[in-house]
């Protein structure tokens, strides 16, 4: 179940579109450089229920690959300590990505959690249009395969980069900006919208001025199709994710920023 969530966090709940569209517009510049971390307590909330049970770290550094500069990010993420004597869950994602357009060019996953164990390598060809992939997933046993390789792809190593490159000065309510991801063996075409402007609160800790976005969520066995995916992104240089809330059948999965350090610009949405 825990896997679900987590894949939930990520990529769930975020309807398919059924055709391709224009990549998402971005930028010129980024607006997060090598040496940024931030930090999220991942919390499950269903009644009074209310309670941290992971935490998920992002670091951002430059290092060399085929000797050209490139971005590596790294996220983990673990449960409490308090669950993992229920359920140990451990999340390790390593992307390396281009430093002009945050195209990737390699991708690591491993993941376990509880008896659960899956792992992906991506090697990016964007010149032969194909990611050679490694992958060990369910009951199926390592495999090697060849994923064609289509415009906007991102994956759990890139898209928070990707996405915070995205170009906000047209942004009007009820636009739609388009992605790709890839992982295990497929590319999901999925979508965020933009809901407007919304100030946000955690009890104790400060306020952010935020962009809201909603993800369409697909019915299953998880979530019964009736709310969406929410994410609020500061409205400010930094475009960092402040919060965002999955909903279950039974809950919800809220995450919060509690710590960030090396940050391009002042995180003037802030106010403690």
Not at 9 to 38: H, V
């Amino acid at each position: 179940m825990f896997r679900r969530i987590v894949a939930a966090l990520f990529l769930a709940g975020i309807s398919l579109l059924a055709q391709a569209q224009a990549c998402i517009p971005r930028k010129n510049d980024n607006p997060f450089k090598p040496g940024e971390t931030l930090q999220y307590d991942i919390l499950y909330k269903w009644g009074a229920v209310n309670t941290v049970v992971a935490k998920a770290n992002f670091s951002l550094d430059e290092v060399n690959y085929n000797d050209s500069p490139v971005f590596h990010s790294l996220l983990t993420v673990k449960s409490a300590p308090f669950f993992d004597m229920f359920f140990k869950m451990r999340e390790h994602f390593e992307g390396w990505m281009t430093e002009d357009d945050i195209r990737p060019v390699k991708f690591v996953r491993d993941t376990h959690e509880g008896a659960y164990a899956a792992t992906n390598l991506f090697y990016y060809d964007w010149d032969q249009r194909i990611i050679h992939a490694d992958v060990n997933y369910e009951s199926r046993g390592p495999e090697h395969i060849e994923i064609p390789l289509k415009d906007c792809v991102t994956d759990i190593g890139s898209i928070l980069y990707y996405t915070r490159g995205m170009d906000t000065s047209a942004l009007k309510v009820g636009s739609s900006y388009p992605l790709r991801f890839a992982i295990d063996d497929t590319i999901f075409d999925i979508h965020l919208t933009y809901k407007g402007k919304e100030t946000v609160a955690r009890r104790r800790f400060g306020s952010f001025r935020c962009l809201k976005f909603s993800c369409s969520v697909v019915a299953g066995a998880m979530f019964d199709g009736t709310e969406d995916f929410l994410i609020w992104i500061s409205d400010d240089g930094n475009l960092l994710p402040v919060t965002f809330r999955v909903p279950l059948r039974v809950g919800a999965m809220r995450g919060w920023i509690n710590a960030w350090g090396g940050l391009k610009y002042d995180f003037s949405s802030f106010t403690e």
